[in-house]
Antibody, heavy 117, light 111 residues
Framework: QVQLQESGPGLVKPSETLSLTCTVS????????WTWIRQPPGKGPEWIGYFYSGGTTKYNPSLKSRVSISLDTSKNQFSLNLNSVTAADTAVYYC???????????WGRGIQVSVSS | QSTLTQPASVSGSPGQSIAISCTGTSSDVGGYNYVSWYQQYPGEAPKLIIYEVSDRPSGVSNRFSGSKSGNTASLTISGLQAEDEAIYYCSAYTSTSIPVIFGGGTKLTVL
């Protein structure tokens, strides 16, 4: 049974970089779109972007200048980096699997990330 | 459009049927069959219950069904049960720059 697990710091200072990793266990990295989604408190989810196992990436234009997603097939992990964070980036961050565009059939449990000094 | 429009709340009694609407535009809900629905309990991750407008993943109860008419998609839950009390989100592909947008969520209360 495939499972996803997010890991990383729960507190990031303003202007610094948020870095999270998602470990994929029990299944193959291919051929999926490995996606990051975040959910601010009391709001609906927001799509951040994906790294396709074939090597392409796509990002939310509202975050594009600050975000990057990478994939490490040797470790069955994919990662999110979001730089120059502000309080508006405070949210629960989820990693998810998109099997063939555009829905998410598997989600991690989520990790709360707060931006505060 | 940055988000899809859902009612903030709906309610129903056990055994009844309810429907949750999700309104978009011709650039998202109305233009493509890439509408999905998620169920979320407090403190948990969303769970996929409907994809591509009306398909159910394996293991999801057939009490959940999806449909679409014009720019509005709907999730129908029949034979309401107490365990259905949750927040439901719709999502759709959009031909604008974002590619995927979500609704604001609908809280379902089982009376």
């Amino acid at each position: 049974q495939v499972q996803l697990q997010e890991s990383g710091p729960g507190l990031v200072k303003p202007s610094e970089t948020l870095s999270l990793t998602c470990t994929v266990s029990g299944g193959s990295i291919s051929p999926y779109y490995w996606t990051w989604i975040r959910q601010p408190p009391g709001k609906g989810p927001e799509w951040i972007g994906y790294f396709y196992s074939g090597g392409t990436t796509k990002y939310n234009p509202s975050l594009k200048s600050r975000v990057s997603i990478s994939l490490d097939t040797s470790k069955n992990q994919f990662s999110l980096n979001l730089n120059s964070v502000t309080a508006a980036d405070t949210a629960v961050y989820y990693c998810a699997r998109d099997p063939r565009h555009w829905y998410f059939d598997l989600w991690g449990r989520g990790i709360q990330v707060s931006v505060s000094s | 459009q940055s988000t899809l429009t859902q009612p903030a709340s709906v309610s129903g009694s056990p055994g009844q049927s309810i429907a949750i609407s999700c309104t978009g535009t011709s650039s998202d809900v109305g233009g493509y069959n890439y509408v999905s629905w998620y169920q979320q309990y407090p403190g948990e991750a969303p769970k996929l219950i409907i994809y591509e407008v009306s398909d159910r993943p394996s293991g999801v109860s057939n009490r959940f069904s999806g449909s679409k008419s014009g720019n509005t998609a709907s999730l129908t839950i029949s034979g309401l049960q107490a365990e259905d009390e949750a927040i439901y989100y719709c999502s759709a592909y959009t031909s604008t720059s974002i590619p995927v947008i979500f609704g604001g969520g609908t809280k379902l209360t089982v009376l």
